[in-house]
């Protein structure tokens, strides 16, 4: 079983790879994912993650203590938005669609929201 968690874990690390060259595609929730895949076997690669500039201490805050920042909350959210206004077009036709859509987005910034920021 450790070995498929190794690769989902390895799997996600690669997608999120993607964002740090390619706008608009998210890195942290991905990463963030692939800590918790990794982190019995492979806690290098974790600690690689958690000390990588810039998106590093952001998995950490999240994974360690459910934390996350003012600033990447609004983020986040502004992602989620953006993401619930192109697939909505895109699904405009589609009444049961757009409700499944919404309902998903509203769930997601619902719990980003309500996360704790860190401790200045």
């Known amino acids: 079983m450790r070995w498929l968690w190794a690769f989902f874990g390895f799997v996600l690390l690669g997608i999120g790879a993607v964002g ?4 608009l595609w998210p890195t942290t929730i991905f990463w963030i994912a692939a800590v918790f895949c990794l982190a019995e076997s492979h806690p290098k690669v ?3 993650i958690y000390a990588q500039p810039g998106v590093g201490p952001i998995v950490r805050d999240f994974v360690e203590r ?4 003012r600033k990447s ?5 502004g992602g989620m938005l953006l993401a619930c206004a192109i697939s ?4 405009r036709g ?5 409700t499944v859509l919404i309902g998903a ?8 929201a309500t ?6």
Do not use: T
């Open 20 to 23: 740090l060259v390619l706008p």
């Open 46 to 48: 974790r600690d690689w």
């Open 66 to 69: 459910g934390e996350i920042s």
């Open 73 to 77: 909350k609004m983020i986040a959210i």
């Open 88 to 91: 909505g077009w895109f699904l």
């Open 94 to 98: 589609s009444a049961l669609g757009l």
């Open 105 to 112: 987005i509203a769930i997601g910034i619902v719990f980003v």
């Open 115 to 120: 996360r704790r920021e860190p401790a200045a």
